[in-house]
C-alpha cells in the first residue's frame, strides 16, 4: 500500500483479512503509536502501564473497526481510548506516581558549581510540577511530547476545545513559577 493511504482506507483493509490487513495494521501502528505513547505518558505512569494503554486502544480498534462512525477519525479515536482508560486507571488508584517530566539533556563538561546549580534547579522545578493539579501536569507534558503533537492533537487527546489550550497552557506555566522557590522563576 503506497503511503499516501488515508485512515479511512486503512479501516476498510483491515476488513479484508491476509496480507492486506497485515499491511494497513503496519501503516496504522507506526502511524498513531507516537501519539498514543504521549496520551499516556501524560498522566505520569509507568512505562510498562502506558505500553498496557496502547496496546488496549489497538485491541478495542481490533475488535470494533468496523463500527467506527468516523474512520477518518481513527488517531484521534485512538487517543480517547488511551486517555479514557488512563483515567479510568488513575482514579481508580486516587494517586498519579509523580514520575520527572523534564527529560535530562546530556551532560555538559563544565565547572562542579554549575553542576550542583542546575542539578538544584532541576530538582525545585521537578518539585513545583509534581505539585501541580492533573490536569497542568497532562497537558505540559503534551506539550513537551517528543515527537511535537499539534494543538488540534492535544486537544484531541484531553477532549477539550482547541482555544482552551493557549490560556490553560499560561495559568499552569504561572502555577508552576508560582511553586518554584524565589530565585528560580526564570
Excluded at 479484508?16 to 497485515?22: L, N, P, Q, S, T
Excluded at 517528543?146 to 499560561?170: Q, T
Aim: charged content about 30%; aromatic content about 4%; some cysteine.
Amino acid at each position: 500500500m503506497p503511503e499516501s493511504v488515508t485512515d479511512g482506507d486503512l479501516i476498510a483493509a483491515l476488513g479484508a483479512g491476509g496480507d492486506v490487513a497485515r499491511q494497513a495494521w503496519s501503516m496504522l501502528v507506526p502511524r498513531h503509536s507516537p501519539k498514543m505513547w504521549a496520551v499516556a505518558r501524560s498522566f505520569a505512569i509507568d512505562a510498562q502501564t502506558a505500553e498496557d494503554l496502547v496496546q488496549t486502544a489497538w485491541l478495542r480498534l481490533l475488535s470494533r473497526a468496523d463500527q467506527l462512525r468516523d474512520p477518518q477519525a481513527v488517531g484521534p479515536w485512538l487517543c480517547m481510548i488511551v486517555r479514557n482508560e488512563a483515567r479510568r486507571l488513575t482514579t481508580r488508584r486516587r494517586e498519579i506516581p509523580a514520575e520527572a517530566p523534564i527529560e535530562h539533556r546530556p551532560a555538559v563538561v563544565d565547572a562542579p558549581d554549575a553542576r550542583l546549580l542546575r542539578a538544584e534547579r532541576d530538582r525545585a522545578v521537578r518539585l513545583a510540577f509534581s505539585r501541580l493539579g492533573p490536569e497542568c501536569r497532562q497537558l505540559l507534558q503534551l506539550l513537551l511530547a517528543d515527537p511535537p503533537l499539534s494543538y488540534d492533537e492535544i486537544a484531541a487527546a484531553l477532549d477539550r476545545p482547541r482555544g482552551s489550550l493557549g490560556p490553560s497552557r499560561r495559568r499552569c506555566l504561572q502555577r508552576l513559577r508560582d511553586q518554584l522557590p524565589p530565585g528560580y522563576e526564570s
